[in-house]
């Protein structure tokens, strides 16, 4: 039997032709102008509601404003794709400011509609949301009015809006244009970043080290322009909160995020208790390297000779095997995805610098982008994006406006599909060297969440603390970086990253603050989700899907409390998760200490 051939290179022509020339492209987005305008007029039109009567209207409005939504989602995402598979293509970046100015025109309208909403009375309130049309949107319309009441009038909140495509959103897509095009010279080749950081997890030390000084060299070249388009995104951002009388900068990221600060401070509290297994992994992997302390270019590196190179055909069947081996929901949808062109996987130049998955929620596809260099790591990206295609999946069945779920159980389904993959992988071999190498890349994992996105937090804390006095100089960032990195990995390491704030894009994501946390919290609470898929067995994907559908309209403490029966907010909770990874790591101390 022929196996099947999964393309590499991902297929957007069946969106818009032609790439950012689409005529097609060019219809829709003329199209989105006259659905807006009809918006804004209603918009400016809507009056507090006085009682039930309104119901009509306000369902008719929330169904406009969905449309809206998904037809900018749908250019959005396109145009982002356009971009990350080819950074030096000029007409898609003039494109993407379109979009942002599209986009920024629907958030004033919808600013108005919320607004109005703010000033209904409880009672009429609560009565327009037991009408059949509006009960189905409750956490939503409550969420808004919420969000409504802690800002600005509606003039100030639209003239912030209008400022946001030229502000800090064009400073965000300023990052992403200078990192797209840096090139990293090593040896004769002149790789994109992307590329070069593959190299770091290279099992020759010395490509390791020549990789690491490169991109140092590459970021030091950078660092007063990216040091500038720190400042002023976040400049920006703390401008705004200053007008809306925010004091506390997590303000943001913890409302989108739908957690409280409890549970926040109650997964760092349990992760800062529990570093010990992972200090200790730190500690042999250096005597396993010959060294008394690790350096930064060793933390990627394999300890195992067990690296052979895993072509992206078998990484897809094996992924594939063991998506089945879950559920046949999981699986029949990630063969859909791999045999219909959904991702993007080829190793070239001109790439964007990561991975990622985006839903172009018209057409109800995903496409999925990442650079595959054959290993294991790689396989775990493919099945993490994955993870995240098959949650929008997961909520075809539920009404656009109900589908906003946020960044921290947006990890949730990323993260347990990648554990599916490493837990199969570490199962089926029967070589010590193997299964060495494999708890190790498992490991690392857990090591990014507690250390790596730790020292992330610390640094995202203090640095928007200090930029509330000034602008903070790059050579300042990089004490700032070294001071968290220092403090998440316990002190274990003899050379740190510190330009990490520079190279790590997450810091200039214009949506929110704060991308550092939500990963950690999704890897956590994957992982009691995970204990609980193998305590349950055959069966259990249906609950899953329930709970994926769930995301977008309920608190992560009610979603847990709903599905899982456990009180985020306590420690107990998150130490739970803790010791399924410690595991990992004692299992990986004791191999390699034979």
């Given at each position: 039997?022929?196996?099947?051939?999964?393309?590499?290179?991902?297929?957007?022509?069946?969106?818009?032709?032609?790439?950012?020339?689409?005529?097609?492209?060019?219809?829709?987005?003329?199209?989105?102008?006259?659905?807006?305008?009809?918006?804004?007029?209603?918009a400016?039109?809507?009056?507090?509601?006085?009682?039930?009567?309104?119901?009509?209207?306000?369902?008719?409005?929330?169904?406009?404003?969905?449309?809206?939504?998904?037809?900018?989602?749908?250019?959005?995402?396109?145009?982002?794709?356009?971009?990350?598979?080819?950074?030096?293509?000029?007409?898609?970046?003039?494109?993407?400011?379109?979009?942002s100015?599209?986009?920024?025109q629907?958030?004033?309208?919808?600013?108005?509609?919320?607004?109005?909403?703010?000033?209904?009375?409880?009672?009429?309130?609560?009565?327009?949301?037991?009408?059949?049309?509006?009960?189905?949107?409750?956490?939503?319309?409550?969420?808004?009015?919420?969000?409504?009441?802690?800002?600005?009038?509606?003039?100030?909140?639209?003239?912030?809006?209008a400022?946001?495509?030229?502000?800090?959103?064009?400073?965000?897509?300023?990052?992403?244009?200078?990192?797209?095009?840096?090139?990293?010279?090593?040896?004769?080749?002149?790789?994109?970043?992307?590329?070069?950081?593959?190299?770091?997890?290279?099992?020759?030390?010395?490509?390791?080290?020549?990789?690491?000084?490169?991109?140092?060299?590459?970021?030091?070249?950078?660092?007063?322009?990216?040091?500038?388009?720190?400042?002023?995104?976040?400049g920006?951002?703390?401008?705004?909160?200053?007008?809306?009388?925010?004091?506390?900068?997590?303000?943001?990221?913890?409302?989108?995020?739908?957690?409280?600060?409890?549970t926040?401070?109650?997964?760092?509290?349990?992760?800062?208790?529990?570093?010990?297994?992972?200090?200790?992994?730190?500690?042999?992997?250096?005597?396993?390297?010959?060294?008394?302390?690790?350096?930064w270019?060793?933390?990627?590196?394999?300890?195992?000779?067990?690296t052979?190179?895993?072509?992206?055909?078998?990484?897809?069947?094996?992924?594939?095997?063991?998506?089945?081996?879950?559920?046949?929901?999981?699986?029949?949808?990630?063969?859909?995805?791999?045999?219909?062109?959904?991702?993007?996987?080829?190793?070239?130049?001109?790439?964007?610098?990561?991975g990622?998955?985006?839903?172009?929620?018209?057409?109800?596809?995903?496409?999925?982008?990442?650079?595959?260099?054959?290993?294991?790591?790689?396989?775990?990206?493919?099945a993490?994006?994955?993870?995240?295609a098959?949650?929008?999946?997961?909520?075809?069945?539920?009404?656009?406006?109900?589908?906003?779920?946020?960044?921290?159980?947006?990890?949730?389904?990323?993260?347990?599909?990648?554990?599916?993959?490493?837990?199969?992988a570490?199962?089926?071999?029967?070589?010590?060297?193997?299964?060495?190498?494999?708890?190790?890349?498992?490991?690392?994992?857990?090591?990014?969440?507690?250390?790596?996105?730790?020292?992330?937090?610390?640094?995202?804390?203090?640095?928007?603390?200090?930029?509330?006095?000034?602008?903070?100089?790059?050579?300042?960032?990089?004490?700032?970086?070294?001071?968290?990195?220092?403090?998440?990995?316990?002190?274990?390491?003899?050379?740190?990253?510190?330009?990490?704030?520079?190279s790590?894009?997450?810091?200039?994501?214009?949506?929110?603050?704060?991308?550092?946390?939500?990963?950690?919290?999704?890897?956590?609470?994957?992982?009691?989700?995970?204990?609980?898929a193998?305590?349950?067995?055959?069966?259990?994907?249906?609950?899953?899907?329930?709970?994926l559908?769930?995301?977008?309209?309920?608190?992560?403490?009610?979603?847990?409390?709903?599905?899982?029966?456990?009180?985020?907010?306590?420690?107990?909770?998150?130490?739970?998760?803790i010791?399924?990874?410690?595991?990992?790591?004692?299992?990986?101390?004791?191999?390699?200490?034979?």
């Amino acid at each position: 039997m022929t196996k099947v051939k999964y393309p590499e290179v991902w297929d957007l022509d069946v969106f818009f032709p032609g790439g950012s020339d689409s005529p097609q492209l060019r219809e829709h987005l003329n199209l989105i102008a006259p659905q807006l305008t009809s918006f804004e007029e209603k918009a400016q039109q809507f009056k507090v509601p006085e009682s039930v009567a309104a119901a009509g209207e306000i369902a008719e409005l929330l169904e406009e404003i969905t449309k809206i939504r998904t037809d900018i989602g749908q250019a959005r995402s396109f145009i982002g794709c356009l971009l990350a598979q080819n950074t030096t293509d000029k007409k898609a970046s003039v494109l993407q400011a379109e979009v942002s100015g599209i986009q920024a025109q629907l958030t004033t309208a919808m600013q108005k509609v919320q607004k109005t909403l703010t000033n209904t009375e409880d009672s009429v309130w609560q009565s327009l949301l037991e009408m059949e049309s509006l009960h189905p949107f409750t956490f939503v319309l409550n969420e808004w009015r919420e969000q409504a009441k802690q800002k600005l009038s509606e003039e100030e909140e639209s003239l912030i809006t209008a400022l946001t495509a030229d502000g800090y959103e064009a400073w965000g897509n300023l990052y992403n244009s200078v990192v797209g095009e840096m090139k990293i010279h090593i040896g004769d080749k002149a790789l994109s970043v992307g590329q070069a950081n593959n190299l770091k997890s290279n099992s020759d030390e010395n490509i390791r080290k020549e990789a690491y000084q490169a991109l140092e060299k590459a970021w030091t070249e950078k660092e007063d322009l990216l040091a500038k388009i720190l400042n002023h995104l976040a400049g920006f951002r703390l401008n705004v909160y200053k007008k809306r009388g925010w004091n506390d900068v997590l303000q943001e990221p913890l409302a989108y995020n739908r957690m409280k600060q409890e549970t926040l401070d109650a997964m760092w509290g349990a992760i800062s208790k529990h570093k010990q297994p992972f200090v200790d992994y730190l500690k042999q992997k250096a005597t396993l390297l010959g060294k008394e302390k690790l350096e930064w270019h060793d933390l990627q590196a394999p300890v195992s000779s067990s690296t052979q190179k895993l072509e992206y055909q078998d990484a897809a069947e094996f992924i594939l095997k063991h998506f089945g081996q879950f559920g046949p929901e999981l699986e029949s949808f990630s063969r859909k995805a791999f045999e219909e062109g959904w991702i993007e996987a080829e190793d070239r130049p001109n790439k964007r610098v990561g991975g990622f998955c985006t839903g172009l929620p018209k057409s109800e596809q995903s496409r999925i982008f990442m650079t595959y260099s054959g290993t294991i790591g790689n396989m775990a990206t493919l099945a993490h994006e994955l993870g995240h295609a098959f949650h929008s999946h997961a909520m075809k069945s539920v009404h656009g406006l109900n589908r906003q779920y946020a960044m921290n159980v947006a990890e949730t389904a990323s993260t347990f599909a990648e554990m599916i993959v490493f837990d199969a992988a570490v199962k089926e071999t029967t070589s010590d060297a193997e299964k060495i190498y494999l708890l190790e890349e498992k490991v690392k994992r857990s090591m990014m969440f507690y250390m790596n996105i730790h020292a992330r937090f610390l640094f995202e804390t203090r640095f928007y603390e200090e930029r509330k006095n000034g602008i903070v100089s790059a050579s300042r960032l990089n004490e700032l970086m070294h001071e968290a990195q220092k403090e998440a990995y316990v002190g274990v390491l003899d050379e740190f990253d510190p330009h990490a704030w520079a190279s790590t894009l997450h810091f200039y994501i214009t949506y929110v603050p704060f991308y550092n946390f939500p990963y950690t919290f999704g890897y956590l609470f994957s992982l009691s989700i995970y204990a609980k898929a193998l305590e349950e067995g055959e069966g259990f994907e249906e609950k899953y899907m329930a709970m994926l559908r769930d995301t977008a309209v309920m608190s992560a403490e009610d979603l847990a409390m709903k599905h899982l029966g456990e009180d985020i907010t306590q420690e107990a909770f998150w130490e739970k998760g803790i010791a399924l990874s410690v595991k990992d790591a004692e299992e990986f101390l004791t191999l390699t200490s034979k």
